[in-house]
Nanobody, 124 residues
């Protein structure tokens, strides 16, 4: 049974930093591309950052480029998202997602397993 459990969300002020984690189980984590997505109220789900199965390649959305970074620890089956210089526009539920074995990691359709999400709220 695949489980992706996000943690680390919370309420912070604009300009603060926050680090999210996603603990994965029930899958061969080290062979799967992973990603972070977010969804704000009334908005469509948005790709935030993705990382290849090896960790050698990453992609980040233009809206967070230079502020957010994605990383993974395959020995710990854990995915991370470091978020710096947060703004109120970053307020959303953040979801962890897993793709197909050694597959692509460019679009949300490349991902097929999703966590329950963790709320990030940034006050001005």
């Amino acid at each position: 049974q695949v489980q992706l459990v996000e943690s680390g969300g919370g309420l912070v002020q604009a300009g603060d930093s926050l680090s999210l984690s996603c603990a994965a189980s029930g899958l061969t984590f080290s062979s799967l591309p992973m990603g972070w997505f977010r969804q704000a109220p009334g908005m469509e789900r948005e790709l935030v950052a993705t990382i290849s199965w090896s960790g050698a390649s990453t992609r980040t959305a233009d809206s967070v480029n230079g502020r957010f970074s994605i990383s993974r620890d395959n020995a710990k089956n854990t995915l991370y998202l470091q978020m710096n210089s947060l703004t109120p526009e970053d307020t959303a539920v953040y979801y962890c997602a897993a793709g197909r074995s050694r597959g692509p990691f460019y679009y949300s359709t490349d991902f097929r397993s999703w966590g329950q999400g963790t709320q990030v709220t940034v006050s001005s």
